[in-house]
């Protein structure tokens, strides 16, 4: 097996913010009597703060820095979330482990298999290519590694190394080098291996475990075994729910809509990547906007035909919002989808680019709908009835209807048929008797025609049998 690591060194960060602030910002957390910082962005790193310095001193070198308490629920939130996403690459992905101590904090991990990926996506450079496009996309800073063993290869990413490690051959000389600090162990191992002199990788691996095993326990042995692939690695795999559901927790209270689209954007975004690993779309999903003291504001937001398209989702979500007004402040998010399609396959016309003309036509429509309300945009179908005025009904917008054989008859048709004054009988054509609606109180018996003015214009007329009277019923632009 060949596993992708994907280390996430800004998670406690980027879980509680999507946007790139352009003022220092810092995550911190309470040990004991002590409060340090896990991580910074770079506006921080800018002005010399760093993790794991004390957040007394970060006051007294920047008063203003904005500092936000570590929510582990946000980052595993946020970890799932990337595990469905990430499932459109691999079809075994593993999550990595939560740290509540400050020196492993910015270690979390997933794993992806990729071994039986890579023929599928071209080989590892469009494979990894594509990968940190999307992850870019998605605003998240990460470390890649790739090796043989799950250990091994997030030690490659956490150390930088950028190279594809195939054999565990190869990966044992690439780690021996490798300083012991870095290593997922509790902080107090590494600090003691190197105050005895062990300071590599190689150097540790190569000590008698029995001795390894009595000054440190069992559990460091495991992992080196685990990290040079002498020992099984048995992990439970992610595995994809039968609903969406996910949540973002906002890191403070929001009152604007047009903030909100930050964390929409991504959270949209790890949705097509769920529904890429499903091979599915979506034709409805529903956003809550969650209030601290309040009841959360839904919002249901569909499309005519099914889709998977971020950009798409997007678009329709900011039109519901530029005519909805939240009634408090939002806390946090959450997109659900209860029912899957498939998304409509149009076969591309190389010719006349119909298939491109339908989508935008489509997409039209649903922002149409999104602006004005779905209830305000129709599509119109055919009713096996004889009667012009009930031969029609309205659609949903993407509803496909199954033609009817009516005669040639305008679209055009007055809401109630106007009586004439015939002065003279005009050329008529395209004569049709309609005798319908016996049965419901609704009785007619015409003759229709086409009649054409002196102008040319192009009138439907009826002769009503009963009487003799004639009507005008429609125009043919």
């Given at each position: ?5 994907i ?87 593993i ?5 509540t ?32 496009a ?28 950028r ?123 529903t ?8 009841v ?46 498939m ?17 935008d ?50 679209l ?50 009826f ?15």
């Open positions: 097996m060949l596993w992708l690591c280390t996430l060194p800004q998670l406690p960060l980027e879980a509680l913010q999507c946007e790139h602030s352009e003022k220092a910002t810092v995550v911190t957390v309470l040990e004991g009597s002590v409060r340090s910082v896990v991580c910074c962005n770079p506006a921080a790193e800018r002005v010399g703060l760093k993790p794991a310095m004390n957040f007394t001193t970060v006051l007294a070198i920047l008063p203003e820095v904005i500092a936000l308490e570590r929510r582990l629920t946000a980052e595993q939130a946020a970890l799932e979330r990337l595990a469905a996403w990430a499932y459109q690459f691999s079809g075994t992905v999550l990595g482990e939560m740290f101590d400050l020196q492993r904090a910015r270690t979390t991990a997933l794993w992806l298999e990729i071994g039986a990926s890579l023929r599928l996506f071209g080989g590892f450079r469009k494979l990894i290519e594509k990968l940190e999307e992850l870019r996309e998605l605003s998240y800073s990460y470390q890649l590694g790739i090796a043989p063993t799950l250990e091994g290869s997030a030690l490659l990413a956490r150390t930088g190394v190279v594809a490690i195939t054999t565990l051959a190869a990966l044992r000389a690439r780690i021996d080098v490798i300083s012991v600090s870095w290593l997922n162990l509790d902080p107090w191992i590494p600090q003691q291996l190197q105050t005895v002199g062990v300071r590599t990788v190689g150097m540790l691996v190569g000590l008698p475990r029995d001795g390894v095993a009595k000054r440190f326990g069992p559990e460091v042995c495991n992992y080196l075994d685990r990290l040079i692939g002498a020992a099984p690695d048995p992990r439970p795999t992610y595995r994809l729910p039968p609903k969406y559901h996910a949540r973002f927790e906002l890191d403070a209270e929001v009152h604007s809509t047009e903030a909100l689209l930050f964390p929409l954007r991504r959270m949209l975004r790890e949705l097509v990547g769920f529904l890429r690993a499903r091979d599915t779309g979506v034709q409805r999903f956003l809550r906007f969650i209030h601290r003291d309040s959360a504001t839904s919002l249901e937001i569909g499309l005519s035909m099914p889709d998977r398209s971020s950009e798409r989702f997007l678009a329709l979500t900011r039109e519901r919002l530029e005519r909805t007004a939240l009634p408090l402040a939002s806390v946090a998010l959450e997109l659900s989808v209860d029912e899957f399609a998304p409509t396959g149009l076969h591309v016309d190389m010719l006349s680019g119909f298939t491109e003309q339908s989508e036509l489509h997409h039209t429509i649903d922002r149409i709908a999104a602006r004005v309300g779905e209830t305000q945009v129709h599509g119109v179908k055919a009713v096996a009835e004889h009667r012009p005025e009930h031969s029609w009904t309205t659609a949903d917008p993407g509803e496909k209807c199954p033609p009817l054989d009516f005669p040639d008859r305008p055009w048709l007055l809401p109630e048929p106007k009586p004439l004054q015939l002065s003279g009988m005009p050329a008529l054509a395209g004569a049709e008797r309609i005798e319908s609606g016996w049965w419901d109180g609704g009785d007619v018996r015409r003759d229709y025609f086409i009649a054409r003015t002196q102008q040319g214009a192009a009138l439907w007329i002769k009503d049998l009963r009487d003799g009277s004639w009507h005008l019923h429609g125009f043919w632009s």
